[in-house]
């Protein structure tokens, strides 16, 4: 879905995306970086309650937030990696309907994931980053756990314009930060 920072934001807005990680997958480099990225693809892990979703609704948000009709350059191509053959499944026949429904060539690539990489600290919660009191303030609260942190999903988000003023609400009123995080993020909404 392009660059990893806007489909982290788009899902970790979204009630039921459990956490999201920022990272690399879907080449043969060993333990790649930003700068170092051999022919990884920029990609973003996504655990979910499956309550509350299913891989197909999943899918229909990807396909509605990208251009899924153009080849990108290997960092930011569309790509599936599904987790296991259930999904894979699901995803070749979500990627087949959406060819079908349209009439088009769809680039977007189904292929095994092999191993995720996640990318480096400043990537992750990337838009939440732009807000430094506030991401300093739950880096301390959650320490190691930030990125893992639903809470850390959520806000991120909310600060890059995605979620409903209800959603910000309620989250805002569970949160025992200082009240000057509280009046920042309020600010950023």
Avoid at 1 to 26: N, Q, S
Avoid at 98 to 115: F, I, K, M, N, Y
Avoid at 166 to 179: G, I, V, W, Y
């Amino acid at each position: 879905m392009g660059c990893f920072w806007g489909p982290d934001a788009l899902f970790g807005a979204r009630t039921g995306i459990v956490r999201t990680r920022v990272g690399y997958a879907g080449g043969t480099t060993p333990t790649p970086t930003y700068y170092a990225l051999g022919d990884h693809t920029e990609v973003v892990q996504i655990e979910y309650d499956p309550d509350q979703w299913t891989y197909d609704e999943l899918l229909d948000v990807v396909w509605a937030h990208h251009d899924w009709t153009t080849e990108q350059k290997r960092q930011y191509r569309s790509l599936l990696l599904p987790h296991d053959e259930t999904q894979r499944v699901v995803a070749e026949r979500s990627r087949a309907t959406l060819a079908e429904r349209t009439g088009q060539s769809v680039a977007t690539a189904v292929e095994p994931l092999d191993e995720f990489y996640a990318a480096e600290d400043y990537h992750q919660k990337y838009e939440l980053r732009t807000v430094p009191v506030v991401a300093d303030e739950l880096e301390a609260l959650y320490g190691d756990a930030f990125t893992a942190s639903t809470v850390a999903a959520r806000l991120n988000g909310f600060v890059a314009g995605y979620g409903s003023a209800d959603q910000r609400r309620d989250l805002l009123a569970t949160l025992a930060l200082p009240s000057p995080v509280i009046d920042e993020l309020r600010r950023r909404f």
